[in-house]
């Protein structure tokens, strides 16, 4: 079983824990970490912007990827939400196990 770091930015916390609970509930992760407020620095419309986001570690399997992805583009506030996916190489044995039984799966 393959895992991932799903990474996604949000304007607030309170926008990010609301939709790290509902992500949660609908058992595409098993741990959601937020982090910020952090200064983002990036292109849109044209030229350089910059706001204070929060960034959000989302934590699943592989399998649940595109069902994660269609829920963070229809629920995120951004029209062109950052939902990039980091392979988990190697990790804690215990804790990846952990995240299989979370989700309601097994890790064989």
Not at 43 to 63: M, N, P
Request: proline share 5%; hydrophobic share 45%; with cysteine.
């Amino acid at each position: 079983m393959s895992f991932l770091v799903v990474l996604t930015t949000l304007p607030t916390r309170a926008e990010g824990r609301r939709l790290a609970e509902r992500v949660l509930k609908k058992k595409l992760a098993a741990c959601v970490n937020i982090l910020g407020p952090a200064q983002s620095l990036f292109w849109w419309k044209g030229k350089v912007d910059s706001a204070k986001e929060c960034l959000l570690f989302i934590k699943t399997r592989q399998s649940h990827f595109n069902r994660l992805r269609t829920f963070l583009e229809k629920h995120h506030p951004y029209s062109v939400p950052e939902i990039i996916a980091l392979p988990v190489k190697k990790g804690n044995a215990s804790y990846l196990k952990w995240i299989a039984r979370s989700m309601g799966g097994r890790l064989n």
